[in-house]
Structures are given as C-alpha cells and as structure tokens.
C-alpha cells in the first residue's frame, strides 16, 4: 500500500482537525478507499496512487480556505469537497481583502482604497499618501497579508522611523524593543485584527512577520518579501533613498505617509515628499492619493481635517 505524508505548515493542527477530530472524520467519509491518520500536524495518507492524489488536490483546497478565513466547518468542507471540479478557496471578488479575526471581513471600502488594491496589482512598488484616518496603512497591512496567506510572498516586513511628535527616544523607558514598541504600534493594531493571536505569535518569532524601525533596514535585501514603510514623510533623504534600494527579487514595496504630519526638525526635506516628485513617472511605481473622501474613522475626523486644511492654505 502507497504511503504519503501531508505536513500542515503554519497552521494549528487542532483548529483544523477540529474538536474531537470532527473534521477530519468528515474528510474521512469522501475517501473511504483512503486510509486517514493524523499525529501532531502531519496526515499520513494509505491507498493507490491515483486515489492519493485526488485526496491531496483536494486537501489542499482545505488548507486554501483556512489560511483564508481562519476556519474549516462542516458547510465548507462538504462545498469543497463534493465540488467535481474543486473550485479554488481564494478565488472570488477582490473586494474582501482578509477574513480576520472572528470571521471579520477586512475590504478596501472607499475609492482610493480600492485603488491601492488594483495599483499593486500592476506595480511592484506603490506610494499611498493622505492625511490621517483614509485607511492607508490597515489596507497596506491587510494586503500584506492577503500576498502571504495565498504565499505570493514569504515574509512580511513592516517598518517606520521611530520619530513621533516632540519625543525622544532616550526619555523613554526600558530596554531597546521596548522603546520602539509604541512606536510600531499600529502595526500591531493592524495584524491583530486579521491574524489569530497564537498564529500571529508564531510569525513574529519564527521571523515570518518582522516589525522594526526603518534605521534596522540598513544593509538588507529583501527578496519574496511584502514590505511596508509607514509613516513615511518622516524620512530623510538618505533614509528613503536607503530603504527603497533594499527592495529585492519577487518583493512588493507600499509606502504610506501623510506630507501634512512631518514631525522632522526645521528646514529637513521630507523623504516622502522628495521621493514623490524624483520618481514620478517610473514604470512599475504607483501613486494613489487618498483624501477626506476616504476617511472611516469617527465622522468628525474628517471635519477636524477639512478645518485644519482651511486654515494651512489660508
């Protein structure tokens, strides 16, 4: 009798056996010329070859939908499983980015939003400017982790420079990482709302999400990576132009930033700004402007915006 063995990759096996291996004996019952054992997060697999490789095609179809939706029920595995033709899991509209947490549905709800979807689709790099609240770096993090849960990518890598509005580093507390904790906290804000906790957990230290400021990016190639720069119009010069070299084979780049929010000294030159006027019109580069219109926060954000814009042109 043919053996294989199927090893479940980043995904807790008990989640997806579900309770009692209840499952797992449903998938049992669409093969019953198979023989079915699960240990720990391996499936050993017993019966003719032809047989084997239905049964992987369509586990794997299984294994899709959870990365996907973070959930395997007794509805999806019969559609999955009974479908002749095994329609792929990650396939549909585009407008559903993530299923996160508890079933959450993480989209690209306004227009520029939607645009940032369609632009890194066609660029491997993009700019998303725009004031506060439009959206643009929990759409960078939700497309991030979209390229790796379908494995269009290997790593995610999110960064920005620890500078924040009159503060220090130095009068801040603690070791190295905890000082720049708070400064990456969006970030983590962000992920928390599209990737379970103990999954979420195992990336950061298994290194398959890093989060570090933009000074560590010094030096690095960063190839089949997603890479986010927040933050954005607080680089320098030389800052930026580091970061944007580090870009390596198979990776894809979105720099997010708001030039109405530079909290660099007196006279430094924005990064962010700088980069927009010398690259435009670079094959490969996308921009998307996102404005008021784009706003999901509390409804009176955008009025606070439309009142500080109205006084900065006056």
Same mark, same amino acid.
């Given at each position: ?42 499936? &050993? ?58 079933? &959450? ?60 509005? !009159?503060?220090?580093? !130095? ?27 103990? &999954? ?65 000294? &007196? ?48």
């Amino acid at each position: 009798m043919n053996e294989r063995i199927i090893e479940l990759e980043d995904i807790a096996a008990n989640d997806f056996f579900g309770p009692h291996n209840r499952n797992m004996d449903q998938v049992k019952k669409h093969f019953p010329k198979v023989k079915v054992v699960t240990r720990g997060n391996k499936v &050993r697999i017993y019966g003719e070859p032809a047989l084997l490789d239905d049964f992987e095609k369509r586990f794997g179809e299984l294994v899709k939908y959870f990365h996907r939706y973070n959930k395997l029920d007794d509805n999806s595995i019969e559609r999955l499983l009974s479908d002749d033709k095994v329609k792929s899991a990650t396939g549909g509209s585009d407008e559903v980015l993530v299923h996160g947490v508890s079933g &959450r549905l993480i989209k690209a709800i306004s227009v520029n939003q939607r645009k940032m979807v369609e632009e890194i689709r066609r660029n491997d790099m993009i700019f998303a400017v725009g004031p506060a609240g439009t959206g643009k770096t929990y759409t960078a993090v939700a497309l991030a982790v979209r390229a790796l849960k379908d494995k269009q990518v290997r790593r995610i890598v999110l960064t920005r420079p620890a500078v924040e509005s !009159g503060e220090n580093l !130095g009068f801040l507390p603690g070791d190295l990482k905890e000082k720049l904790d708070p400064y990456m906290q969006p970030l983590y804000d962000a992920l928390r709302d599209m990737i379970p906790y103990e &999954r979420l957990q195992a990336y950061l230290e298994k290194g398959v999400i890093q989060i570090a400021p933009l000074a560590f990016m010094r030096g690095r190639t960063l190839d089949s990576a997603f890479v986010i720069l927040d933050e954005a119009q607080n680089t320098t010069h030389n800052q930026m132009k580091m970061f944007l070299t580090r870009m390596g084979k198979h990776a894809k780049f979105i720099i997010t930033g708001d030039p109405g929010q530079i909290d660099l000294p &007196r006279r430094q030159v924005s990064g962010l700004k700088e980069s927009l006027l010398a690259l435009k019109g670079i094959k490969g580069i996308g921009v998307v402007h996102l404005d008021e219109q784009d706003v999901i926060r509390h409804k009176l954000v955008k009025k606070i915006i439309d009142a500080y814009t109205s006084i900065e042109t006056d």
